[in-house]
Structure formats: C-alpha cells, structure tokens
C-alpha cells in the first residue's frame, strides 16, 4: 500500500548548531533549536512562502522599493507565516529585483520562530551574506537560513548560472559547508524537475541524483521545483516515486500554469511530502519559460487543505495556522500595489464572496436611500475638517414641506458616522410600514464624523498628531467636558452654516438631533453657541452598543444603571432645576 510506504519515509533532520559560538574567527549567527523531539504529527503541512523572493524577483517593470518589500515580508509573517524567502543575495544585473535584500533584512521586523531565508547562488553571496550578519549581530539574527539552488537538466542551469549541473555542484560544496559552519542551516533546491524550457521532458533519475547530492553537502531539505508548471498529478507521483528510491522526499514546490499545482500538491502528499512552496496572490513565473505563471497561491493550497486531515503549521498569528482572508487581502494588496493580475482562484472567489456580502449590506438599505459624502471645513472658526454624510429620497415628496423634519445624528466615542445608517434603515421601514397612517415626514438626513473619528480621523490624521490627540473622547473626568466642547463646536458651525465645503442652508428646516453617549453630550453643548440652532427636538441616547462578548461582564449593570436613570419631567422648568440641582452642565445648557 502506497501510504504504509510513505508513512515509513525518514523526516530529514535539521542541520543544528550549539548556542552563539565563534569557530576559526568566524561567528555562528544562529542559536538554532533543536527540532522537538516529540513524534511528528504526520498530518502537519508547512508552507514555505516564497512570495516575497521567488515571486517578486520575476517582476517586470520598475524595481519594487525596500519598504514594500518589507512591509510584504511583515504582513505575510502577521497572518501566520513561520517560512518566508526574504531575498537573494545575487548579482543586481542578474537579477535586478533583488537589489537591497541586505535592507530588507535589515528593516524587517524579526519575530522569534520565524525563519527569514535568503538564496545565495555563490560564495560571493554567502560572503556578502556574513559580512552583513557580523556587522548587524541582532538577537533572533538577521536570518538563519539560506538556499542554495540548481537544475535537474544542464540547459536550465547554464540560463540561471552561467554554468552546468554538475559545476554548480561542485561551486555549491563548499557554499553549503561554509554557511553550516557559520551556524546557518541550508535549503537546496532543484528546477525543473518534470520539464525543462529547453531540453524538454526531464529524466527523473537525473532529479534523484541531484537532489541527493544537496542532501549529502547537509542541505536539511531539498525542494523539487516543477519550474515551468507543466507537471500532472501523475508527472508528480511518477518522479516522486524514483526520487524517494535515493532520498527521504520532504518538500516540492509548484508554478501553476496549467493549473494543476494544488492537484500535483495532493498527489505529493499521498507519497509523503508534507512541506510545500507557495507564492501568495501566485506571484512570480519563469523568465526562460515564455507563458509560464507563477507560483502556486498559497491561497489556493490553504483553502484547498481547510477542513481536511491535514493541518497547516502557522504561528499565533494566524491561530496557530496560517490565515487564509489575511493572506487573501495581502495578495490583493502586493498585486494592486505591483499593478499585476491577482491570479489566485481563491482569492478571487474571497473577493467575490466578499462582495456579494457587502452587496447584501447595501440592500439592507432597502429603503431607498441616496447618499453623498461632503468635507466640512469651518476653518478659521475650528482647526479641523470633518466629514458630514447626506441621506435622501431622490422621489421624496417631502422637499419643501415646511412639516418635515431634517435629522441630524451624532455618533458616540469610538464610532463614527455610519454606525446610525441600520437605525435610519429601520426608522425608514416603520415610516414605510405604517405608511398612510403615520404623520412622520422626514425631509432628509445628515450623519456627522467626529474630527478625530471615521473618515474625518483620516484627513485630520496629521493635524491630530501635533496636539490634538485628547480630543472627542470619553472620560470620567473633567477634561471629558472640554474634549466634548471640541465636538459640539463643529457641530454648530455645521448646522449654523459657518464654514465651507457644504453648500447646504438648515434655515427653516426643522431639525431633530439625536446623539449617541459622546454625541449626545456634544449635541447638547452645541446649544450653548450663538446663533442658536432652532432644534425641534433633541433625542440623546445612552444605550450600549457593543459586541456581545464584551457585553457580558458589564451589560447588565450599565443597562440597569441606565434605564434607572430619571428622563422624564413635568415640565422643562423642573428639568432644569433637577439637572441645576445635579451641577450638570450638559443638562442645564439643554434648558
Ligand atoms: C551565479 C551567477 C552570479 C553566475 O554568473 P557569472 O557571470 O558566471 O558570474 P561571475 O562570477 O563571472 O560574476 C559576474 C558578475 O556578477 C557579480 N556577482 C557574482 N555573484 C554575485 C552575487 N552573489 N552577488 C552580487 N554580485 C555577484 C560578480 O562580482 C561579477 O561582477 P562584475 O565583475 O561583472 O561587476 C549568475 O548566473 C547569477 O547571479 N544568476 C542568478 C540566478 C538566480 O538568482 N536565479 C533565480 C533564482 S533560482 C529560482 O528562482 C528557481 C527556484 C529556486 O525558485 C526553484 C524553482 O522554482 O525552480
């Protein structure tokens, strides 16, 4: 039986070294752990993501800058990522994305159980490579692996190295050496391990004895390339099967072409290998093979592995696995910012499914809105801009009935202007239901951001920064009241028609405010200013929006202390006098 076999497969061992030592002048860079010694877990897949070297170093077009590259490095490692190929230590005119790879590692934010790998082609790379670790002697080091790589035919190798296999061979001997002697473990790979761009079908003998040859320099793993992305589940199995007669099988890596990676990654696993390449978003191809596509998506191999016996190793990042919407937003995000296709399946689907589900969101609008977004700028009178939101009714028979009303909703701390909009569509829905018999009309509606909330915070981000970070907040103490008085003034230069950016009178509009906690608080300081803004009504409310879990401990109590609070007076007079007898300034300004 084919799986008795494969289970019988050797893991292959890390080359390890003892804690920071220097032998012969040299130092060893990495304090590697030894692999635990507990039984493996045959079902653990690890994914190696090449995205960030294999991927990037095929791009065309501009060279991508440092900081892209390492803000791709960090935000692939934050979704779970334990293995990332971080760059190559290569001539620039050879291959001139790589450039910077000693800034990268450099500026990377290193995160411990990571490991940041680098290909070195030669020993000038290596030696480039150690002369940047002794000079940035870092704790985790800068990196503690690199990848030595050649081909299973002589065609490819000559394309990639200006040399045949067995020169790069021997030129790899005493790289490798040379890099465990330094502490650092060595990954070998093999290319084109099914076809070859030039020589054509490859002879999988010729991959076996390559790949062993990496091995017995003391390469921990070796990884098997199907560089043109031609190979079939069968190709895979066949070349497995010769392989694994020479060498304990442990890693392949897959371009997509005909897209049958994530197919050929469930043939290798039937033969045992539990550790894969991938590329997030299938970023990179093959420069001698004309019409080759990239990598396969990581993307694809974690959705295809989700909910099987399979689970994939991630870091606590991605809970202990690695997460596949992050991963899918930062292929997105790296093919936007590169302006290449985003060609992994699955995240096209996410982003379909996404989109149908944000589709739903809006037609929960079933009311019928329309809706604009303005900048509000009361400079001179205030400092900071906001950003108002109008609703309407593009049929509404409502426009110039002096009876209407206008609402104009204020958010709470930590919200912004859209947390009202299931609250209008549900106002909307009552009206629409109880249409005929109720006499409520509403004209229009305006929603309002806090200068340092929602879209407003964007545009005020700079501004905020150079002294206004206390502002618009909540807080038990006095400079609650002053943070409070900040909103409530761009809330009646808005409704008094000061400032610029909205062309909109609220003269002879009757005006109905409803604020939430904070808002409700600034609302009601808003009344203070002169002119007066002619609010028909003003509704201020104190409930408790949060998510339920967060509820637990508090909800009861803040919602019995709020439903006992008294709301209810006889008349304004005795209100005024309750809230005066409370030194509430917020209730007396209400009067
Ligand atoms: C290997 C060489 C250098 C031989 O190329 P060569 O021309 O025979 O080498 P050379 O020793 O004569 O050097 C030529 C120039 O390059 C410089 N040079 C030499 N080495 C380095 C270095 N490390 N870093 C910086 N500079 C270097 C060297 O100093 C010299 O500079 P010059 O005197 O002309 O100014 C060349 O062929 C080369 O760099 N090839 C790049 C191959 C490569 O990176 N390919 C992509 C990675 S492999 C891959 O992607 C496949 C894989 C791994 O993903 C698996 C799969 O999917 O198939």
Redesign the pocket.
């Given at each position: 039986m084919i799986s008795s076999r494969i289970h019988n497969l050797k893991p292959l061992r890390w080359c390890t070294s003892g804690p920071f030592r220097v032998v012969a002048g040299r130092r060893h860079y990495a304090s590697i752990p030894k692999p635990p010694r507990a039984k493996l877990d045959e079902n653990v897949v690890n994914i190696v993501e090449?995205g960030p070297r294999?991927g990037l170093?095929n791009e065309k077009g501009a060279i991508i800058p440092v900081d892209v590259k390492i803000d791709l490095i960090n935000r692939l490692v934050r979704a779970g990522i334990t293995n990332v190929e971080a760059g190559?230590?290569?001539?620039?005119?050879?291959?001139p994305q790589?450039a910077g790879t000693a800034e990268v590692l450099k500026g990377i934010s290193r995160l411990p159980n990571v490991h940041y790998a680098v290909?070195?082609?030669?020993q000038?790379?290596l030696d480039?490579l150690l002369a940047l670790l002794d000079q940035n002697p870092t704790s985790p080091p800068l990196t503690d692996e690199v990848?030595v790589?050649t081909g299973a035919t002589d065609a490819f190798s000559k394309a990639?190295?200006?040399?045949t296999v067995a020169e790069s061979l021997d030129r790899l001997r005493p790289v490798t050496r040379n890099a465990l002697d330094s502490g650092l473990r060595v990954r070998g790979?093999v290319?084109?391990v099914i076809v070859c761009p030039f020589s054509g079908r490859v002879d999988y003998k010729r991959v076996r004895e390559v790949a062993k040859e990496l091995i017995d320099m003391g390469c921990y793993e070796v990884?098997l390339?199907d560089?043109v992305g031609q190979g079939r589940p069968h190709d895979i199995a066949e070349m497995l099967e010769e392989v694994k007669k020479g060498i304990p099988v442990s890693k392949l890596?897959f371009?997509d072409t005909y897209g049958t990676g994530v197919a050929n990654i469930f043939s290798a696993l039937e033969h045992g290998v539990r550790t894969f390449d991938s590329s997030v978003g299938g970023l990179g191809g093959c420069p001698y093979s004309p019409g080759a596509t990239g990598n396969v998506a990581t993307e694809d191999v974690l959705y295809a592995l989700q909910e099987s016996k399979y689970h994939i190793s991630g870091s606590s990042f991605g809970g202990g696995t690695i997460d596949l919407e992050k991963i899918s937003d930062i292929g997105w995000w790296i093919s936007e910012r590169l302006g290449r296709e985003n060609v992994s399946r699955v995240s096209r689907a996410i982003r379909a499914r996404r989109n149908r589900e944000d589709e739903k969101r809006l037609r929960i609008m079933t009311t019928g809105f329309l809706t604009q977004s303005f900048v509000f700028d009361p400079r001179p009178s205030y400092p900071l801009l906001s950003v108002v939101k109008r609703y309407w009714k593009q049929d509404s028979p409502y426009f110039d009935d002096l009876d209407a009303l206008t609402l104009f909703f204020i958010h709470g701390a930590g919200f912004h202007k859209e947390q009202w909009e299931p609250s209008i569509d549900d106002l909307q829905s009552i009206l629409d239901r109880k249409s005929g018999t109720s006499n409520v009309k509403i004209r229009e509606i305006w929603t309002m951001d806090a200068p340092n909330h929602g879209d407003a915070g964007v545009l005020n981000e700079h501004a905020l920064k150079l002294g206004y970070q206390h502002i618009c907040t909540f807080s038990y103490d006095a400079s609650s009241l002053v943070a409070a008085e900040e909103l409530a003034r761009i809330i009646h230069l808005f409704l008094s028609g000061l400032g610029t950016g909205v062309d909109h009178d609220f003269t002879g509009h009757n005006l109905v405010g409803i604020g939430h906690s904070m808002g409700a608080a600034c609302l009601t300081l808003s009344l203070g200013y002169y002119p007066k803004i002619n609010f028909v009504s003003i509704i201020l409310c104190e409930i408790i929006i949060a998510p339920g879990k967060f509820m637990l401990p508090l909800g009861d109590l803040l919602i019995s202390g709020t439903e006992s609070k008294r709301d209810i007076w006889a008349s304004k007079e005795e209100a005024y006098i309750f809230f005066k007898s409370k030194g509430s300034r917020f209730g007396t300004i209400a009067f």
């Open positions: 090449v294999d170093q190559s230590f290569v001539s620039p005119k050879w291959v790589m290909l070195v082609p030669n000038k790379g480039d990848s790589f990639n190295t200006n040399c790979y290319s084109v990884s390339g560089t890596a371009h």
